[in-house]
């Protein structure tokens, strides 16, 4: 596996030798510089108007359903890392096999042809199914993390 990843390791020595020395234009930069601040005051933007439009509603059910999910994000990643690890996985190093794998997983997620394919064999079924098991066993190591059934502190009315 060493043997393999030396070419890798290599062009990768290469390529931070190659950035660290030369300069980006000034005028690249710039443009880069405006479009990252344009962006910024675009999402400043939307966001203000959809707290501005969801009103104290939107507020409440932010602050009651926000915390349980990223708690889950959260556990879902490290739970992720450890699998990765036991199991000793490892990225695909080649460029092209990252986008022909995403390319086919999006053009299928995005047909209508794959989705209606799917309803036909009833293939949706087997989806469903394994759907619902990644989230039964996420909600079992949730609840083995926490030792306890319930996990958030319940506010008494």
Partial sequence: MQA?????LRSMRLTARRANSSTPPTQQNESVQKAVQSAQNALNSTTATLKRVAGPVGERVQNSVGGPIVFSVKTFASMFKQVFKAE?????TDLNTWVHTYAQIWSRATSGK???QTVKTGAWAGLGIASIEAYGIFCLGEIIG???IVGYKVKDH
Avoid: A, E, I, Q
């Fill in 4 to 8: 393999g990843l030396r070419p890798v």
């Fill in 88 to 92: 000793k996985l490892s990225f695909p």
């Fill in 114 to 116: 794959w989705w209606t």
């Fill in 146 to 148: 926490r030792r306890n």
